[in-house]
Structures are given as structure tokens and as C-alpha cells.
């Protein structure tokens, strides 16, 4: 069964960092995309960053490009977002999500096949 377990969020300042981390088990993931997504209250469900667990393609939304970083540690299952220069706008719940890899990466949350249960991020002005 797999499980995606998200930990890490908490309440920051703006111009603060945050790191969140995703632990995956219950399968071999050498084939999928990671993906982080946010959702803030009322809105819908955004696309920030994705990485494969080989090779070094990445992508991330245009909000956070340059602030945000995802990366990987393949031999601890587990996905990381490093959130610098936060802004009250990223308030939101990010989540952790998983695809199978089938050439792109995708940013369309309807196409990633397994999901955490997110972790809060809250940033104050």
C-alpha cells in the first residue's frame, strides 16, 4: 500500500524558510514523479514543484521559482521543498503527490495516482 507522509510545515514570518519532507513507502518509485502542490483556503489545488527519483529534471510553477527547491534522498524515500523568502501568499496546505512517470512531468493534479494528507504552511506579514 503506498503512503505518502508529509511533516515539516508550521508558521513562519515573511522572508523566513521552511523546509517540508514527504517519507514514500509501499512501493518502488524509481519510475514516478514527485510532485508538491499547495491549496489555500478557497482556492483550488496549484501545481508548485516536481522531480523524478533518477536523473535531475525538475520543474517548478512560476510563483516559486527561484525561492523554492525540491530535491530528493533516494535512500530515505523521501522528497524535500526548501520554501525560502516566503511570502504571505504561499499560506496554504502543501501536499505530497505521486505519478508514474510516462515522459512528462506533469502539473495537473488530476493525473497524479497517490496523495498525502498535507502539512499546513502559514506565513504572516
Known amino acids: 500500500q503506498v503512503q505518502l507522509v508529509e511533516s515539516g510545515g508550521g508558521s513562519v514570518q515573511a522572508g523566513d524558510s521552511l523546509r517540508v519532507s514527504c517519507v514514500a513507502s509501499?512501493?518502488?518509485?524509481?519510475?514516478?514523479?514527485m510532485g508538491w502542490f499547495r491549496q489555500a483556503p478557497g482556492k483550488e489545488r496549484e501545481f508548485v514543484a516536481a522531480i523524478r527519483w533518477t536523473g535531475s529534471r525538475t520543474y517548478y510553477a512560476d510563483s516559486v521559482k527561484g525561492r523554492f527547491t525540491i530535491s530528493r534522498d533516494n535512500a530515505k524515500n523521501t522528497v524535500y521543498l526548501q520554501m525560502n523568502s516566503l511570502k504571505p501568499e504561499d499560506t496554504a496546505v502543501y501536499f505530497c503527490a505521486a505519478d508514474f512517470f510516462l515522459g512528462n512531468i506533469e502539473t495537473r493534479s488530476r493525473e497524479y495516482d497517490y496523495w498525502g494528507q498535507g502539512t499546513q504552511v502559514t506565513v504572516s506579514s
Open positions: 509501499g512501493s518502488s518509485f524509481s519510475n514516478y514523479v
